[in-house]
């Protein structure tokens, strides 16, 4: 963000405007759309991703189990 | 050296398509050749390995277009904006499908991602198909070099176009069917069982339709794109492509009933690399079509960037790109012999 931010206006420093960079066919309201959906998108995923390391925290690591080829290892469940 | 990377581009889009198709095919397929759980997994364990890494050859395709063709890749880019970023979500939900599925043992949770896996990876042969389709359809380029397109309109091929109509739509379903049949061969080769038996029935079905759509979108693409099959004979990479894919779908079509399933599916790459590689060996010197007239079209000439940077980028290209096979190699060596549904708690 700060690196973005903080070097408009340009896209490329001192060569490319961002002005310049961007496209003239695709309108405001359809970045916006696809914006909100990659945000829900990102949103689902990162519950699912909570969800699932709650899970496998509260489940715990597994107990010390012997793996062949000797040693013991932590199993992974 | 325009030429030379066309060339490269269309490359590595038909190895995307080869790599990234299989394992499409096999997620078309998934809810009929694997019914069970256990066999859902099988078909995951096949693809596992390779899916993650096939994408990247998209990448690949895209960064040379970046490289080499940035007015080309930016008019698209812009023009196909809302169907790309489809075409994206359809990817992510399918990679997140693929890595949680098996996390958790309720059947609801396993049924919705295996529904995600499915219809992902139908959605996503269908939109690839239909991109081909517009490009060899035309899109409407005004002078400036940029296009917007609805997602359709009338469904005729004439002004105003849209992304959709019945030819697009055509090669979207041949699309389909002919990536459904890739991946029927790669699992009947990388599996055993009931999996592996119904593959392999599918298979002979699947390429039984594709034989039989092949004709006729080619005769489609004619109606549509006059210019692009006349010049065919006299263009040497066109003439070797077609080779190509007639050797390769009747490899498929010999090997298959004999039950030479690593032929079949070398065969199924072959006619597709085959067919990509035809198509845009006769589309040359034009990139993106523009269907109010050839002069309006983007070619390699007019579309590419500076010699110099081109140059450059093709000694990285030719370091790059024997790494990437390099590793495609060693993961099918690592992942040899046929594969087997991961322990519950395991794997995919």
């Given at each position: 963000m700060t690196a973005e931010l903080g070097r408009q206006p340009w896209l490329v420093?001192?060569?490319?405007?961002?002005?310049?960079?961007?496209?003239?066919?695709?309108?405001?309201?359809?970045?916006?759309?696809?914006?909100?959906?990659?945000?829900g998108l990102y949103l689902v995923l990162g519950v699912l991703f909570l969800f699932l390391i709650g899970r496998e925290i509260a489940h715990g690591p597994g107990a010390l189990a012997p793996v062949a080829g000797g040693g013991a290892e932590v199993a992974h469940v | 050296m325009f030429e030379v990377w066309y060339a490269i581009a269309a490359l590595l889009f038909a190895i995307y398509v080869a790599l990234d198709g299989f394992d499409f095919g096999a997620g078309i397929l998934?809810?009929?050749?694997?019914?069970?759980?256990?066999?859902?997994?099988?078909?995951?364990?096949?693809?596992?390995p390779f899916w993650d890494g096939n994408e990247v050859w998209l990448l690949a395709a895209g960064g040379a277009l970046f490289v080499a063709f940035p007015r080309v890749l930016a008019s698209g880019i812009s023009g196909f904006y809302f169907a790309i970023v489809l075409v994206l979500w359809?990817?992510?939900?399918?990679?997140?499908?693929?890595?949680?599925r098996s996390h958790v043992a309720d059947p609801l949770w396993r049924t919705a991602w295996d529904f995600v896996f499915a219809a992902a990876s139908t959605l996503l042969a269908v939109f690839f198909g239909a991109a081909f389709g517009n490009l060899l359809r035309g899109v409407p380029l005004d002078s400036e070099g940029w296009f917007t397109l609805a997602l359709f309109t009338?469904?005729?091929t004439r002004d105003?176009?849209?992304?959709?109509?019945?030819?697009?739509?055509?090669?979207?379903?041949?699309?389909?069917?002919?990536?459904?049949?890739?991946?029927?061969?790669?699992?009947?080769?990388?599996?055993?069982?009931?999996?592996?038996?119904?593959?392999?029935?599918?298979a002979r079905q699947l390429w039984i339709a594709v034989a039989g759509l092949w004709p006729l979108v080619t005769a489609a693409s004619h109606v549509v794109n006059p210019a692009l099959f006349p010049g065919m004979g006299r263009r040497g990479l066109a003439a070797l492509a077609i080779v190509l894919a007639i050797g390769g779908i009747a490899t498929v079509l010999v090997r298959l009933p004999r039950g030479g399933f690593l032929a079949a599916f070398l065969g199924s790459c072959a006619f597709l690399l085959g067919i990509i590689g035809a198509s845009a060996a006769s589309y040359f010197p034009v990139m993106l079509r523009a269907?109010?007239?050839?002069?309006?079209?983007?070619?390699?000439?007019?579309?590419?960037?500076?010699?110099?940077?081109l140059r450059t980028a093709l000694r990285w290209f030719l370091v790059g790109s024997p790494l990437a096979l390099l590793y495609l190699a060693i993961v099918l060596r690592l992942h040899r012999g046929k594969a087997v549904a991961a322990a519950e708690g395991e794997g995919y």
């Open positions: 420093y001192g060569l490319f405007r961002t002005a310049q960079g961007s496209s003239p066919s695709v309108h405001a309201g359809t970045v916006l759309f696809t914006l909100m959906g990659f945000c | 998934s809810p009929f050749v694997a019914r069970t759980d256990s066999e859902r997994r099988q078909v995951l364990a096949a693809i596992g359809c990817l992510i939900g399918r990679g997140i499908a693929i890595e949680f009338d469904f005729t105003p176009v849209g992304i959709l109509d019945w030819y697009t739509i055509l090669v979207g379903v041949f699309a389909l069917v002919a990536l459904a049949a890739h991946g029927a061969l790669f699992l009947a080769w990388k599996t055993d069982g009931a999996v592996h038996e119904r593959s392999r029935r599918m269907t109010g007239g050839d002069a309006l079209s983007i070619t390699a000439y007019t579309g590419g960037g500076d010699e110099a940077s």
